[in-house]
């Protein structure tokens, strides 16, 4: 199509060429990569619980480049406000394509995550062994929940590349994984 619109917040924003539409959107995704995760202001949830920082880590280092097929941690810092029950939270990281595609998520809850106590101020570390995606430009999307109630959410929080690695890459997702032959 030769013409594209953007909403945000239900609102028009834009109304032009693809092409224009589409420069400005990445270039306010890559802007707002740019401002420390403490000081983000785009933020939306109840407040009880805030990010403070998110990064990627390959073998104790922060990057912005992973290789397929590498040990992932996502390191996310943040404060409470308060006393919070472990069973009450619930913390998640979704990875988008630059396209706003949501492609994978990584969920407290379906991992049996089980700590005895929600500090003031702390680190969450999400191990992700042998990283899936294939070779691309990905952002990340924070959320906190507590009680059922969204305390932070924060779109665009860090970006990262995967770069080529250990595994053949077809499709989007390439996972380990092993063939045997059985006989009848």
Not at 86 to 105: E, M, N, Q, W, Y
Request: glycine share 10%; proline share 3%.
């Amino acid at each position: 199509c030769n013409r594209v619109i953007l909403l945000e917040d239900g609102r028009l924003v834009e109304d032009e060429d693809t092409n224009v539409v589409i420069d400005r959107y990445l270039k306010s995704v890559s802007e707002r990569m740019l401002t420390p995760v403490s000081e983000r202001t785009d933020r939306t949830g109840s407040g009880r619980l805030c990010f403070t920082d998110a990064r990627l880590q390959v073998n104790g280092r922060e990057t912005t480049s992973i290789k397929h097929g590498e040990d992932v941690v996502i390191e996310l810092g943040f404060e409470a406000e308060g006393v919070i029950h472990p069973s009450d939270v619930r913390f998640a990281v979704s990875i988008l394509t630059f396209g706003g595609v949501k492609f994978i998520a990584f969920d407290s809850a379906t991992t049996g995550f089980s700590v005895e106590e929600i500090p003031r101020k702390g680190v969450l570390r999400c191990h992700i062994p042998s990283f899936p995606l294939i070779r691309g430009h990905y952002r990340g999307l924070i959320y906190a929940e507590v009680d059922g109630v969204t305390a932070d959410r924060l779109e665009d929080a860090f970006e990262f590349e995967v770069t080529s690695g250990e595994y053949p890459t077809v499709g989007w997702l390439s996972v380990k994984h092993e063939w045997k032959l059985g006989y009848n």
